[in-house]
DNA sequence: GATGAATGAGGTTTCATTCAT
DNA sequence: TATGAATGAAACCTCATTCAT
């Protein structure tokens, strides 16, 4: 039905002017005028489209989590090979200081007030299983090439990948330097291919 | 003027307290009434010590991350060889699911606001200076006693070794289960060892 | 970023419960509840009109001291004499107890803050330069008539007239006597026609 | 009585730190502290010597316009005749633009508040009538002396030298430029002797 | 007498949400 | 659907005043 297309695209106008709104003024700061202005719309429409602002906020997670799993997800499949893989994912990841800052600022303050709604540790969890299965799958195929050391157990691994990911880019992020951005890629990157390689 | 000299021990008390504060409400709900509530406190007398509340969160901010890292720092010295260090050391770092807890629910919450905050950032960095020293002389003591890899650079190691425990530990925060502490604790020691050890 | 346009009425509606709000309690009592009560509005919406208190009353200043103005001026324009225009211009400043009393009191706070602050200054300086106007010329054509003084330069003459008028009105108002508004008015105009008179 | 005295230098102390805070600050900005801070005293000795900031107010107004008054006296009392007497008047109202400044910045703030302040009218009323009673006098000599209109009413009159006075040096003060301080006194006595003189 | 820490009422301001148009 | 005017709760902050020391 149009008024169904007409009304999704609405919702994702909205939750865009969101994310951008989230990401230039933070959690505290930002407020529904500001989404609204940023989305050329009314602050009526807003409340029109979402009971309330928590409600956009957590769309908005759940949108912007699932989108970074899909871009990930498609850059590995790209290839084939473990090591193949291994590069199309973290440059998926690491893909420019302007991108990853948006979305990391915005992450940070989802992260800060997961610790209270459970609706956010919720949907954060997700993404954590479903970017896990990715590097899961990573260490399976790098074992069966042989390349990866056997004694990895690849659930087990996965989360360490994650964090040695995350916790680079925080630190890049808090240093305010976008020329470590790559500094940052190379020692996750060794680091990790140090972690799994025989 | 006659500004008066105000109590240290007010301070640290109202301190404390927005420590507490912060911990159970966040960054977003936390009101100066909460914090003078927790301090036992009323309102006005906050004030009377802190300018504002952005004044107080800075100073705890800065009270904390120097907490922390004497904390880690003294754990270290306890210890003379490289693996009594680093062991010594993670212990300190995941000393249990309290405590990582309410520090790393305000700590995630400063992490947050830094990203806007120039005061928090250069606090911060001064934290992860102070920390990667830590770590720094523990790889530096290894590599001396021939058991850690020699082609490690130090100071670019200490930043992956942050970044497991940091990425460990909010992935633990994230997951709101206590008894996961101790399973990220061993993942995020043995994935250090791994990456140090010849 | 949309900003709305504000309607006009409801910004008067704000500036006249305000002058009531002032006129009855004053600078220092007056608050924003006060005169949103006065306007029979909530509180919000004077902030939705105006971006602070100061912001009400730097428009006040502005709208109150043309109306008055205006008023002096429409007055000495029904005549055509020097003295009929005089006549009127006194009896349009002079114009009730009631009046003469709700304006200064709000006036004489202005004036009071005017010393702390330029705004303030700026637009009574213009209020001055256009009652001064108005004077200049009564006497102008009072010397053309040749029933004024010769010697006197209008330019100059003004800020007396304007000096005794204000001093006279001051003077009624401190002595809080409704009765006297007339014999003010009366001494004002003797001492104005003896200033100017042959 | 020793302590009397000193209890009496206490208040004038206080007093005197009002004047100056309220003069550099405003009646609204002006806090007990400051004027504590300015009297080098603490706060709590300020309420000891006097009730609460409205009596330190009432009383300064009270000091203030006796002082002021008595200076008006003693400087014609210097004179002889009626235009010696009115000049040494009018110079020591037109003292500097400092001291003019100072005092009617104070001075309108007090004016300001009188309207709601029954306290304030009184003592302005006696301010008032002690400045008349110089007026009058002086006229009253020039009207001896043959060279003061004979039809002018000194009672009535005095007011009138109180209007222009008032009116001019609220004037000078509103224009924030101290060179006109010599040009408002010399309209201001010019127009005094034009309304005095036959 | 003197201090300054403590209180708490009350002020300005912000903003999510509602609702008449 | 869409608007934006209106509401009111709740935040931060100020400051006169009190009172233990």
Redesign the pocket.
Known sequence: MV?YK??EE?RKQILFAAFKALSDYGFE?????IIADNAQ?????????F????AILVELLEWLTLKIYLKERAATQEQDTALGKLESFLNSVFISPEENRSFYRVYLDFLARANRVLAYREINQRFYDNCASISTEIVLLGQQERIFAEHLSPESTAPIIRAIIDGCLIQWLMSDRDELHAVFKKSCYDAIIHLLMK
């Open positions: 008024r007409k009304s609405r700061t930002v407020t529904l005028q719309l009314s602050k009526g429409v807003v409340h029109y489209y009971d309330n602002k928590e």
